[in-house]
């Protein structure tokens, strides 16, 4: 069997970790949770399940990710990102054990198909499923995309395959959690969106279909080429209208419902309004002026 290094992000993740861990028990030759600061119990957990637990302060997710990769003293063939409140499925833990070790050379990435659970139901429709991200790799060959929001894993060389196992994005918090969560997302990725017009900081290479799953390549295309330059009011409205009808996201019943207006049109007037706000406020500014003045009203450490 090839060895397997998991890499997992925590703040105060009791309520996830153990069940994570424990789903990777029989996969995982090491693994390494990266901490911000817990104080839920989040770290005794890990350890006591065998993780190495590192800790740096908190950037954003993309630092943090890259500060792991580089820190971790990952000595395994493989590495693989994984989210605290990420499930890997049993049918999948066994693929990874079956096929991992048969893979050709040329093969440096794994993609796999991420469902999302929401309110205790699969959201399956709305576009929402499958979700292909490239999370497993060489060893050496991935890094992540330093971006403020939807950063993805780029591979160096080489080509990507995708299993089927099942993989589950299932948060045990409340929608309360959520929203705040939304809130605070929309304001990162109203950063990235303003840094794309007016380059006030490094922005990452583009994403191609070479260095992650193509699905996400072409979203991210869509998104900054033609999404993005629509007036939000009506960009909005026309992205919840084709998840929720084109896309049959009302085929997810009640629980899809919510989700599919808060994460598909909630959230998505939510970015654009902010876009609004914080250009409205650098308006006139300089590039170092501009970045403090968001700096400021976001609270991000936009210069890190």
């Not at 153990?18 to 990777?24: N, Q």
């Not at 048969?102 to 991420?114: D, I």
């Not at 207006?261 to 308006?283: C, H, M, N, P, S």
Request: hydrophobic share 40%; glycine share 8%.
């Amino acid at each position: 069997m090839s060895q397997l290094a998991v890499v997992i992000l925590t703040h105060n993740e009791a309520k996830h970790i153990g069940r994570c861990l424990d789903a990777i028990s029989s996969i995982a030759t090491e693994v390494f949770v990266i901490d911000s600061g817990s104080t839920d119990g989040t770290i005794e957990i890990a350890e006591q399940r065998g993780a190495k637990v590192l800790s740096n302060r908190w950037v954003n997710y993309a630092a943090q990710f890259q500060w792991g990769l580089d820190n971790a003293p990952i000595t395994s063939d493989w590495v693989m990102r994984l989210d605290a409140d990420e499930i890997i499925e049993p049918d999948l833990v066994a693929e990874i054990a079956a096929k991992l070790p048969t893979l050709p050379a040329e093969v440096t990435g794994v993609n796999l198909k991420r469902k999302h659970i929401f309110m205790g139901r699969w959201v399956k429709h709305g576009g929402r499923y499958p979700l292909i991200l490239l999370r497993i790799w060489r060893r050496g060959i991935g890094r992540i995309e330093q971006r403020w929001m939807d950063e993805h894993m780029l591979l160096d060389h080489g080509r990507t395959v995708t299993f089927q196992g099942g993989f589950s994005d299932v948060n045990l918090n409340d929608l309360t959690f959520f929203t705040d969560k939304h809130n605070k997302y929309a304001t990162r990725e109203a950063v990235d969106v303003i840094n794309q017009k007016r380059h006030l900081f490094a922005r990452d290479v583009d994403l191609t279909s070479d260095q992650t799953s193509k699905k996400a390549a072409v979203t991210r295309l869509i998104k900054e080429r033609i999404y993005n330059r629509i007036p939000f009011q009506l960009s909005a409205l026309g992205y919840f209208l084709y998840r929720y009808i084109f896309q049959l996201g009302f085929l997810d019943g009640r629980e899809g419902a919510i989700y599919h207006v808060l994460q598909g049109f909630w959230y998505r007037y939510l970015v654009g309004a902010k876009i609004l706000e914080l250009e409205t406020a650098i308006d006139g500014l300089g590039k170092e002026e501009a970045l403090a003045e968001l700096t400021r009203l976001t609270g991000l450490r936009l210069n890190s």
